[in-house]
């Protein structure tokens, strides 16, 4: 019980980090990137590239969370351009064609390529015991990396002058221009910020799992899951969703088994919808 | 000050408002009066950089700006408060005063003018704006423009919605801000209200404007008379 529950909460902070890039990009441009997984994908190779050709660990991964950054910023710069230009369902419409596009041709490219490429960064050291359960040592510094970077998106935008312009667009994109904020900067910022997050999203996961070039598309589909139940542009909400939705998965890949739980997770999405159309603390229309 | 020459506008091509002049001078107050749907809030997004004008010139402190963007005329010291307010509901009365003043830091000695200037402000400073009674967003969107330390205040009916009492409190308000000096320009529906404390206006009907001149003579116009002051 007490295992299921930790492996919950390993699972569900790694779900709330995959969702709060997603969820901000969404919240503040009204833009879904259905790429977002392929950005991650992208960071994941550039990590393993660089440590191929000899870059240790941790300036590798910092390599890779500067790629992420760019990545952000070439999509704010390219594909979301005539995207910026839509308002509304077109925007959204839109921007599901284009990014799904973009990942198709990541997908492929990269299956073509270097078809059995996968990153692994490997952690040191045996199980550690919490609460009497063995954790793999991995599972604990993605968890805690993961904690550490929601604590510094919460300083951020309770904190900054900048992270509360970002959030101000969000709550009214046009009370944010009355008062001199340009919502297009925030949503460059959010889109560099979610980029870094995908990195960070491929970087902790490959502490557990490697990360390889198909796992692209899985990464999207819980990122949407969890921003559906979590509520759109909220970074909170996608930290309590994760948490939630990583027990229930937890609990139904242990009591019935892993080809459920993707279901399972889908219904707990379905039911959250129906009872609060605008997720747990999404904005309300 | 503010010099708008021969502005149309509208929306997805079809111009509501057409060949719009008018002008608004240092120190003065000048009102906008015209009923529902007569293009004043065209007019003011417009003018104020929320949408672009299909044609004309706007001028403000003797430069051009025609189609500027909002976030570029408040940093130039044109503040507008719509009369839908678009406050952040779900930021507290403080952080809303904050972002104001945006890029730059809050500076304590505007908080406390807006503070003194609307007391109830400050009582509800932790409180979030979407929990707020209407009369007091409407304190809230004036004093998050004050914040941005604005030349002229552009206000789109600040009375909407608010009971006459409250109307009467804001305009009061405003009176205190015009002794400070601040340059204003109102629409309002609100008329009498608006002519008692405003130095000029222009009446504004079916997208065109129809009459200006002082308050004293537009109140004493006979068709002013009918059609705003329900007088016969």
């Known amino acids: 019980m007490t295992a299921i529950i930790l492996d919950g909460i390993v699972l569900g902070l790694q779900f709330g980090l995959l969702a709060a890039g997603f969820t901000l990009v969404y919240g503040l441009g009204g833009v879904l990137n259905l790429a977002y997984g392929q950005m991650a994908v992208i960071s994941a190779m550039v990590i393993l590239f660089s440590m191929n050709a000899g870059v240790s660990a941790i300036p590798a991964v910092g390599i890779g969370l500067v790629a992420g950054g760019l990545l952000g910023l070439i999509f704010d710069q390219t594909i979301l351009r005539p995207i910026y230009r839509r308002h509304g369902e077109a925007r959204v419409l839109l921007s599901l064609l284009l990014t799904l596009g973009v990942a198709f041709i990541v997908d492929g490219f990269l299956n073509w390529r270097y078809p059995t490429a996968g990153l692994t960064v490997g952690i040191d050291g045996g199980p550690i015991e919490i609460l009497g359960v063995p954790m793999r040592r991995g599972s604990i510094v993605g968890s805690v990396i993961i904690l550490v970077v929601f604590a510094l998106l919460l300083v951020f935008f309770r904190g900054t002058s900048l992270g509360r312009a970002v959030r101000s667009v969000i709550e009214d994109e046009e009370g944010a221009r009355l008062v001199g904020i340009d919502p297009s900067l925030m949503l460059r910022i959010i889109l560099i910020l979610s980029g870094v997050l995908a990195a960070v999203v491929a970087v902790t996961q490959s502490m557990v799992r490697p990360v390889t070039v198909t796992v692209g598309f899985s990464i999207t589909v819980l990122a949407l899951i969890v921003t559906v139940v979590g509520g759109l542009g909220s970074v909170t909400g996608a930290f309590l969703a994760g948490l939630i939705l990583g027990v229930i998965s937890s609990f139904a890949t242990a009591r019935i088994g892993t080809f459920l739980s993707l279901i399972i997770l889908l219904v707990a999405a379905a039911i959250t919808i129906l009872i609060r159309p605008s997720g747990l603390l999404g904005v309300k229309e | ?232």
């Open chain 2, 1 to 232: 000050m503010l010099e708008v020459r021969e502005v149309a506008a509208g929306y997805q091509g079809n111009d509501v408002i057409h060949d719009i002049s008018f002008h608004v001078d240092e120190g003065e107050a000048v009102m906008i009066i015209g009923s529902n749907g007569a293009g004043k809030t065209t007019l003011f997004r417009a003018m104020c950089g929320l949408s672009v004008p299909s044609s004309g010139v706007v001028m403000f402190d003797g430069e051009e700006v025609t189609g500027h963007p909002a976030q570029r005329m408040v940093r130039n010291g044109l503040a507008f408060v719509p009369a839908e307010r678009h406050l952040f509901p779900r930021m507290t009365v403080q952080e809303n005063l904050s972002l104001g003043s945006y890029p730059k830091r809050p500076d304590q000695e505007t908080i406390s003018v807006v503070f003194a200037l609307f007391p109830r402000l400050s009582e509800r400073r932790r409180q979030h704006a979407g929990t707020l009674s209407g009369g007091e967003q409407q304190m809230l969107a004036v004093g998050r423009a004050l914040m941005s330390r604005p030349r002229l205040l552009v206000l789109d009916e600040p009375t909407t919605g608010l009971a006459p009492k409250l109307a009467h409190q804001a305009y009061e308000a405003l009176t205190v801000l015009r002794r400070q000096g601040l340059t204003l320009l109102i629409a309002e529906q609100q008329v009498p209200l608006a002519m008692a404390f405003s130095d000029r206006g222009y009446v504004l009907e079916n997208g065109v404007i129809s009459l200006e001149g002082t308050s004293e003579a537009l109140a004493a116009d006979p068709r002013v008379r009918s059609a705003y002051l329900g007088v016969t």
